[in-house]
């Protein structure tokens, strides 16, 4: 059974990159989008972007210029960089297997991230 | 984009009663090289991670209770709770997968 964990700091300072991983435990990382998804404090779901097994990317083009998904299938983690980041990227990050026929099936606890 | 709209934002239904949920999107969500309806539904609950409810519109994900069904196609969809439990309140979010970027419905809140 596949499981995730997110791994990261908690606090960033204002206009620093914001780093996260996620490490994958179980099943194969092949034939599956790795996504990162985030939830603002009292606000929805964002879909931040994927990366696939093979290292393609799609990123949501409100963060295009920030954002980097990357994927290292040999020590089985996923990890997000987001660049610059402001107040409003204080949020609870989960990452997600996006299995592409069935949604997104497996998700980590999340992490929160504070801006300040 | 596709833009996904839920209706109600909120709604309070008491225990044992139906709620009913509803997600329109802006173009059809037929992936056609399966002929599947790319629709999701997630339950998310306080200090927890999303879960998946349905996908392909009406199919339960394994272990979700059966009162819990989807419904709908094209871009008009449909997730009902046929017998509220306490357990159950709870942001109900729609998603569609049929393309990219991937993108959520706002969100609708489950109260009792």
């Known amino acids: 059974q596949v499981q995730l964990q997110e791994s990261g700091p908690g606090l960033v300072k204002p206009s620093e990159t914001l780093s996260l991983t996620c490490i994958v435990s179980g099943g194969t990382m092949s034939s599956h989008y790795w996504s990162w998804i985030r939830q603002p404090p009292g606000k929805g779901l964002e879909w931040m972007g994927y990366v696939s097994d093979s290292g393609n990317t799609n990123y949501n083009s409100s963060l295009k210029s920030r954002i980097t998904i990357s994927v290292d299938t040999s020590k089985r983690h996923f990890s997000l960089k987001l660049m610059s980041v402001v107040a409003a990227d204080a949020a609870v990050y989960y990452c997600?297997?996006?299995?592409?026929?069935?949604?997104?099936?497996?998700w980590g606890q999340g992490t929160t991230v504070i801006v300040s | 984009d596709i833009v996904m709209t839920q209706s109600p934002d909120s709604l309070a239904v008491s225990l044992g009663e139906r709620a009913t949920i509803n997600c329109k999107s802006s173009q059809s969500l037929l992936y056609t090289s399966s002929s599947k309806t790319h629709l999701a539904w997630y339950q998310l609950r306080p200090g927890q991670p999303p879960k998946l409810l349905i996908y392909w519109a009406s199919i339960r994900e394994s272990g979700v209770p059966d009162r819990f069904s989807g419904s709908g196609s094209g871009t008009d969809f449909t997730l009902t709770i046929s017998s509220l439990q306490a357990e159950d309140v709870a942001l109900y979010f729609c998603q569609q997968y049929s393309t990219t970027p991937r993108t959520f419905g706002q969100g609708t809140r489950v109260e009792i």
């Open positions: 997600a297997r996006d299995s592409r026929f069935y949604g997104l099936d497996v």
